[in-house]
């Protein structure tokens, strides 16, 4: 028997066979279809474990899982954990090294909690405020930063 997790009455999330999440479901003419699917966190994304959209490829949502505890299969809630974890990750900032203007362009230095970064920020681009005290900063490639609250970075 497959690992699965029934997302709606005629939808099932599954693990295809590369390991990937998909979903079964029954077509209108009754043939059974298996798609692969995007596994994304709903903003806001302190919620870290809730609110996780199950997307085609193409983009269109086709279920909302409210919380990941909902999945009792522990094989299918591994591989949605694993996937967030690989698509959706977003270093966050403990440390602020120096931020330098250069011909236009911010040069952050910063620590993560996962090492040493650097990366540029547009200067007309400013860091997103996020609910309550997070901040999430965008660099010029598109790769997101966080920061969970200002006041924690020392001065």
């Known amino acids: 028997m ?13 693990s295809l066979p590369d390991h990937k999440p998909g979903v079964r479901r029954q077509k209108a003419n009754g043939k059974i279809q298996e798609l692969p699917v995007h596994v994304v966190r709903c903003f806001p994304w302190r919620h870290k474990d ?8 193409e983009g269109e949502e086709i279920a909302l899982l409210k919380s990941i505890d909902e999945i009792s299969d522990k094989t299918i809630k591994t591989m949605v954990l694993d996937e967030l974890e690989s698509v959706n990750y977003v270093p966050e900032i ?62």
């Open 94 to 155: 403990v440390k602020i090294i120096s931020i330098m203007d250069e011909n236009g362009l911010y040069n952050w230095k910063v620590i993560t909690k996962a090492g040493k970064r650097s990366f540029f920020m547009r200067r007309n681009e400013t860091p997103r405020q996020l609910e309550k005290d997070g901040i999430l900063i965008k660099d010029v490639i598109g790769d997101r930063y966080f920061i969970n609250n200002l006041e924690d970075l020392d001065r």
């Open 50 to 57: 809730e609110f996780i959209s199950i997307r085609l490829r």
């Open 2 to 14: 497959q690992n699965t997790y029934k997302l709606q009455d005629d939808i099932e999330l599954i």
